[in-house]
T-cell receptor
Framework: AQKITQTQPGMFVQEKEAVTLDCTYD???????LFWYKQPSSGEMIFLIYQGSYDQQNATEGRYSLNFQKARKSANLVISASQLGDSAMYFCAMREDNYGQNFVFGPGTRLSVLP | KAGVTQTPRYLIKTRGQQVTLSCSPISGHRSVSWYQQTPGQGLQFLFEYFSETQRNKGNFPGRFSGRQFSNSRSEMNVSTLELGDSALYLC?????????????????FGPGTRLTVL
């Protein structure tokens, strides 16, 4: 079974608009972390934001925020005020605490920001 | 602070050959993880080394192996290359927190090594 599901293979957003990238996960471990990474065409993975399973508040980092709904096992990434440079692949990932540093990645969503 | 470096950046090999990829983590980071990224399979975890010991291993055949040195630098080796091994190989380093404790433990990725097997 897929541990991380990203149902949107591709998304388009107009520059300066907000966009939400979906991520649902599956785990029985009560202790886990959720991550979002951006991968531009250059290939390098860039960390965006982190949410711990015990965190009470949704994580925010600048224009990025994570809409964490623990009961629904979803961790959607919200990008506000999209910029052309946001065009990239976006990966949701999970680290289950019982599995050390083994990150499980979703299939990714390709975001295209339109001028 | 220097980031994660991987060498070489590009590599072309033929079937049956072997290859060694290198990863230098961020100074002070003790955990190094390796991932294979292909268009068909996405990002898949290969293995993780922490303090010179393999701590986790993904579902890859024994042709894929790795090691970590005392300075935390890591190498990954693939023997008897197959066409399907063509991929971007990413290395990531982190502080490597202890299991059982939920820590913010971000992985910093290197630029990757793009391996092409002909």
């Amino acid at each position: 079974a897929q541990k991380i599901t990203q149902t949107q293979p591709g998304m388009f957003v107009q520059e300066k608009e907000a966009v939400t990238l979906d991520c649902t996960y599956d785990t029985s471990d009560p202790s886990y972390g959720l991550f979002w990474y951006k991968q531009p065409s250059s290939g390098e993975m860039i960390f965006l934001i982190y949410q711990g399973s015990y965190d009470q508040q949704n994580a925010t980092e600048g224009r990025y925020s994570l809409n964490f709904q623990k009961a629904r096992k979803s961790a959607n990434l919200v990008i506000s005020a999209s910029q052309l440079g946001d065009s990239a692949m976006y990966f949701c990932a999970m680290r289950e605490d019982n599995y050390g540093q083994n990150f499980v990645f979703g299939p990714g969503t390709r975001l295209s920001v339109l001028p | 602070k220097a980031g994660v470096t991987q060498t070489p950046r590009y590599l072309i090999k033929t079937r049956g050959q072997q290859v060694t990829l290198s990863c230098s983590p961020i100074s002070g980071h003790r955990s190094v993880s390796w991932y294979q990224q292909t268009p068909g399979q996405g990002l898949q975890f290969l293995f993780e080394y922490f303090s010179e010991t393999q701590r986790n291993k993904g579902n890859f055949p024994g042709r894929f192996s790795g090691r970590q040195f005392s300075n935390s630098r890591s190498e990954m080796n693939v023997s008897t290359l197959e066409l399907g091994d063509s991929a971007l190989y990413l290395c990531a380093s982190s502080l490597g927190g202890t299991s059982g404790v939920v820590n913010y433990n971000e992985q910093f990725f290197g630029p990757g090594t793009r391996l092409t097997v002909l």
